[in-house]
């Protein structure tokens, strides 16, 4: 069994910074890509932001220059510091992870529970 974990959401208010945690646990061979997405009320999910095994990253366009996320791969965590949060940020957070669970398996896709982050004065 694989599980995703994440923490750190929380109320903020705007201008405010966050940082969020999701740690990948259980019988894992390898973690490929990384990711953030986050599902606003009312709105479909997006891709916020996703980080290789080498560390390429990619972003949402509006908040490139705001958020910055990274990995350890030693830890199976990924991170996703949030700087100059706006309302508009306010959404449930989830965690992707790419999972080999062994070296002759194909990689599959896990996804945390999600966290909730409120943006508001």
């Known amino acids: 069994q694989v599980q995703l974990v994440e923490s750190g959401g929380g109320l903020v208010q705007p201008g405010g910074s966050l940082r969020l945690s999701c740690a990948a646990s259980g019988s894992i061979f390898s973690v490929n890509l990384m990711g953030w997405y986050r599902r606003a009320p009312g709105k479909q999910r997006e891709l916020v932001a996703t980080?290789?095994?080498?560390?390429?990253?990619r972003y949402l366009d509006s908040v490139t220059g705001r958020f910055t996320i990274s990995r350890d791969n030693a830890e199976n965590t990924v991170y996703l510091q949030m700087n100059s949060l706006k309302p508009e940020d306010t959404a449930v957070y989830y965690c992707?992870?790419?999972?080999?669970?062994?070296?002759?398996?194909?990689?599959?896709?896990?996804w945390g529970k999600g966290t909730l982050v409120t943006v508001s004065s």
């Open positions: 992707n992870a790419n999972i080999k669970r062994t070296q002759y398996w194909n990689g599959v896709d896990y």
């Open positions: 980080i290789t095994s080498g560390d390429t990253t």
